[in-house]
Structures are given as structure tokens and as C-alpha cells.
């Protein structure tokens, strides 16, 4: 089955009990036991349920793996992946990494003695000089958040496969449908299916997919152990959302290269950072390793922090929140709100000023949405 094609029937078929042509939400907490210790395959909720398992397979299926495994939100997933690690463990991250990934690493794991280096990777060789004999993992994001800096997964993964360590890519900017990092080298794969999966701002969730047997029946284990699981009822949310992936990330794409090459010649406009815009730094390896470029653009407005409110307040149809990856355009303010938990001189260095702004663009008509950020952009 072609991909478009995937969305709609894997792990979905139609009901064999009643042939109800959407999948069933499984809402049970526990399952019977035939006889004592045989039961049908499902024993207790936490453990499995069958709404779960059809996102599952559908999403280790869309990312072209073996096995999947679903979470209550993102960072759920994240965390299962971290519980892999001991105490005397090394971790090398991505310098742009998503917020709550980094809180995750510096304020929780640091204090049970894992260890953290974030690299600039736009030079894979930086990879080398930073492992230890400690070193485990490699965690990867790409596009990055916010800064939308490519990362070349493929080179990155075979350096890090000198030296044995696990390659971890969040594809949850890209989503599957524009690249898969399994493909390219990576163990696991991890998404935040609150944004492009989901794609309807209704759901927090999270995946992971892999390759490996053992690798799963870890993260399987952790799973359970943890208990960090979603609900039937998200999981069917999740793989309706999912059905309409491929028709709305290229309306996505579409509308983001059209907004970012306008938000280019604009003269309020100092910067903008799209991987779809040939004089963007990693135009070439984007163009490589995805299928196309994505909904998100962040860009660096003319001003100060007092016309950065002005623009907002001023700014009408795109929606002011965290999150990303919906129908709805929002547009966030990484330094106050996604980004906050980071320390601001750290902040300043990677280029996370307080002028910046990301935008997660919908699938709203274009020119509604270029109409409301030119109005904006005159009142600052
Ligand atoms: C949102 C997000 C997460 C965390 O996911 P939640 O579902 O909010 O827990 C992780 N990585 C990236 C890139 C994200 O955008």
C-alpha cells in the first residue's frame, strides 16, 4: 500500500463483528479470563487495548518500522526512551531542541546523574568530539524548533553508529509523510501526535517506533511500568486525524512557502527561517531528506519587545497559543511562552531573541492569512 492509502486502511479494518467501517473505540479498563490465566490477547488496560493497537501498527506502518508504541502525550514517549538510560549515562542532544525535551533532560534526568551535551549539528563531525565511553544516545529533531536548522539524520546516524550509540529523531515537525528518520539510520523514531498526526488541536499524545525487537519489548515494558498510556478515546481521535495526513501537510507546505517568501519582502520583517527558501542554510539538505518543507516559519520581526506585543494584539485569524501542527494557524512567542524554561542567555546565544516569532501555518485560505499578518505588521 502506497502511503495515502496506509492512512486510511492499516490497523483499521473494518469491523468483523458488525462491519462498522470506523474502528471501534475500545472503552474497557480490564478483560475477561476464559479460563484462569487465558484470556483473548488483552489482559488490562494499561498493558493493551485494541483502539491503541491499531494506532500503533498504523503509525510504526507510516514511518515504515516494525513496531509502535503510543503515550499519553509527547513527552510521555520521550520520558519511556530516557528510562532506557542508568545514572552514569551520556546523552548528546541537538542544540534547537523542543522545550519541554530540554526541562525534561536538564531539571529531571540531570538530577539522577544523566549527563547532557547540546551540539550545533549542523556539522555532524561535532559528534565525534563530544562522545564519551558513557555516551548512549544521540537526539535528534529536525526541522528544529524554533529555529528550523536542518539536521543531516543520515550522517549524523552513521557517525553515531561508530560508536554504538542509540539514534533517536523527534519527527514530529516533519511527520512521516515528509521524511523517515528509520529509513535514514535511526533506532527509534518519537512523535508528539498532539500536533500533525493528530492534526485537529483536540488530542495530547504521544509515539515511538522502532526497528528492533529487543529495543521494543524495553520501551514495551516501560510502557506498562510507567503507565504514561493514552485513551481509547484519543487513539480514535489520533487515527482520524491521521486519515486526512497526507492531503493536509501538502496544504500546509503550500501555504507555508507562499507566507514565508512574503513575510521575506517585507521590510518589518528582518529574518525568516524556512527550510523551502533556497538561501536557507540547510535548503539542500531538506530538499534531500523530506518530501517537502513543511508548515512552520519562524521569523525575527523589526523591533523591539513593546512593537512584538503591538503585532500580536493587532493580529487577527491566527491564533496566539503553544502548539503547533493544526488546522487553525497559531503563532507563539518562543523566548515568553514555548521557550521560556530556558535560560535566557542560553536563549540568546542560540538566537532565540526576543524578537522572534513562530508560526504554525494552517490550512486557512492564504491570502486571509497574508492579509492578517500584513495588517499586523502595520501597527508596529
Ligand atoms: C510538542 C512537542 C513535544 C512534546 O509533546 P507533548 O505532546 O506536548 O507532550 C516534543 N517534541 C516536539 C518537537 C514537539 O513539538
Not at 538530577?111 to 563531525?125: H, M, R
Not at 544516545?137 to 539524520?153: A, F, G, M, R, Y
Not at 539538505?285 to 494584539?313: C, P, W
Request: one cysteine or more; proline letters at 4%; a positive charge.
Amino acid at each position: 500500500m502506497r502511503f495515502n492509502t496506509k492512512v486510511i486502511h492499516e490497523g483499521q479494518p473494518n469491523d468483523p463483528l458488525t462491519g462498522a467501517v470506523s474502528f471501534p473505540i475500545y472503552q474497557t479498563s480490564t478483560y475477561e479470563q476464559i479460563e484462569l490465566g487465558i484470556s483473548k490477547g488483552f489482559t488490562y488496560g494499561r498493558t493493551e487495548n485494541p483502539t491503541r493497537s491499531a494506532l500503533e501498527k498504523a503509525l510504526s506502518s507510516l514511518e515504515e518500522g516494525n513496531f509502535g508504541l503510543c503515550f499519553s502525550s509527547g513527552l510521555a514517549a520521550a520520558n519511556t526512551v530516557m528510562n532506557l538510560l542508568s545514572k552514569e549515562s551520556h546523552v548528546i542532544a541537538v542544540d534547537d531542541l523542543y522545550g519541554g525535551t530540554f526541562r525534561l533532560f536538564t531539571k529531571l534526568y540531570h538530577k539522577f546523574g544523566v549527563d547532557f551535551t547540546f551540539l550545533d549539528l549542523s556539522n555532524p563531525e561535532n559528534i565525534r568530539k563530544a562522545v564519551k565511553k558513557e555516551t548512549r544516545l544521540l537526539w535528534l529533531e529536525s526541522p528544529t524548533n524554533p529555529l528550523l536548522k536542518i539536521v543531516d539524520i543520515e550522517k549524523c546516524a552513521k557517525m553515531a553508529k561508530e560508536y554504538g550509540l542509540l539514534v533517536l529523531v523527534d519527527n514530529t515537525f516533519a511527520t512521516p509523510y515528509l521524511q523517515k528518520p528509520l529509513k535514514l539510520g535511526a533506532d527509534i523514531v518519537l512523535h508528539s501526535t498532539t500536533k500533525y498526526l493528530n492534526g485537529h488541536a483536540d488530542v495530547i499524545g504521544g509515539a515511538l517506533v522502532v526497528n528492533s525487537e529487543k529495543l521494543y519489548q524495553e520501551l514495551k515494558f516501560f510502557q506498562n511500568a510507567v503507565g504514561g498510556v493514552p485513551s481509547p478515546m484519543d487513539c480514535f481521535l489520533v487515527l482520524r486525524g491521521l486519515k486526512t495526513l497526507p492531503i493536509r501537510m501538502d496544504r500546509h507546505c503550500e501555504n507555508a512557502l507562499k507566507l514565508a517568501e512574503f513575510l521575506k519582502s517585507h521590510r518589518k520583517v528582518k529574518k525568516v527561517y524556512y527550510p523551502g527558501l533556497v538561501e536557507h542554510e540547510g535548503h539542500e539538505i531538506a530538499k534531500r531528506q523530506m518530501k517537502n518543507f513543511g508548515g512552520m516559519i519562524s521569523f525575527e520581526l523589526d523591533t523591539d519587545f513593546k512593537g512584538v506585543k503591538k503585532f500580536f494584539s493587532n493580529l487577527k485569524i491566527i491564533t496566539l497559543a503553544e502548539s503547533l501542527g493544526a488546522v487553525k494557524s497559531l503563532i507563539c512567542h518562543p523566548a515568553t511562552m514555548t521557550h521560556a524554561s530556558v535560560d535566557p542567555e542560553v536563549r540568546r546565544q542560540r538566537g532565540i531573541t526576543d524578537s522572534l516569532v513562530r508560526l504554525s501555518v494552517g490550512l486557512e485560505n492564504e491570502d486571509d492569512l497574508k492579509e492578517a499578518l500584513e495588517n499586523a505588521l502595520k501597527a508596529i
